[in-house]
């Protein structure tokens, strides 16, 4: 009985509709960050070329990216509770049989929910909502490692899905012959591209964190790899859909 209504509801409408939160939320996110690493690129180039009106115009865009990001970071705690509370972080139904997920993937959903949360407390810090002292650095360090585990376990599933696809295995890791016909190709480059991306986001992550950003230059230097990598992940969509 309890099967047969979670497998309803994973079929029902609000369990699509917390799917389809959860990936635009992600384009949106993206989105913010490049108007922020884009505005702070303008800002830190102005403070190097000592125009400091300019600056403050800039800072102010970015920050304001910068909130919108933080709120979206918080509202995106809600459909990753919704995958857990329900199962479908570790559970999906494939033609009406119950598998479990991947360990990565269960890994990274965990971890994913738990940097939400850890981030969004810390933001709601950095708003003057309330004071943690000494543990927001605490905080702050613990998110960016949970961050950086996340982007290596995505690029670890995805060169070992790319080299499967490689090797034109199915799921059950039986030879194909006819890779044109599974999208076998498509499927290895849009892995490879998943896993650049990747890298360029572990290089940004620091940055994204405020590490590193101590002079002007490095304030370039990091607004400028974060605003490659934010591109790079909308270059890849449109790739991907094109």
């Not at 702050?140 to 599933?157: A, C, H, K, M, Y």
């Not at 016909?181 to 990747?198: E, H, M, T």
């Not at 230097?221 to 974060?226: D, K, N, T, Y």
Request: overall charge neutral.
């Amino acid at each position: 009985m309890a099967n047969s209504m979670l497998a309803d509801y994973f079929e029902s409408s609000p369990s699509k509709f917390w799917d389809s939160v959860r990936g635009g939320a992600e384009y949106t996110d993206y989105a913010f960050g490049l108007g922020q690493n884009g505005a702070a690129l303008g800002r830190n180039l102005s403070l190097w070329r000592g125009d400091a009106v300019t600056a403050a115009k800039f800072g102010a865009i970015s920050d304001s990216f910068g909130a919108a990001g933080g709120t979206l970071g918080a509202i995106r705690i809600v459909p990753q509770v919704e995958q857990l509370v329900t199962g479908k972080m570790f559970w999906k139904l494939e033609d009406g049989t119950w598998k479990v997920n991947d360990p990565i993937s269960i890994a990274i959903g965990v971890l994913v929910l738990a940097g939400r949360v850890l981030s969004s407390v810390n933001w709601l810090h950095g708003r003057g909502t309330y004071d943690l002292g000494k543990y927001s650095k605490v905080l702050s360090d613990t998110s960016l490692r949970i961050w950086g585990v996340v982007t290596t376990l995505d690029t670890v599933q995805n060169i070992r899905e790319g080299l499967a696809d490689s090797m034109q295995l199915d799921a059950n890791g039986n030879e194909v012959v006819d890779k044109d016909k599974f999208g076998y190709d498509v499927r290895r480059q849009k892995r490879f591209a998943n896993i650049f991306c990747n890298c360029l986001d572990t290089i940004a992550l620091p940055f994204d964190f405020g590490y590193f950003m101590s002079t002007p230059a490095l304030g370039v230097l990091g607004s400028s790899v974060g605003t490659i990598a934010k591109s790079a992940f909308f270059a890849k969509e449109i790739w991907y859909y094109a």
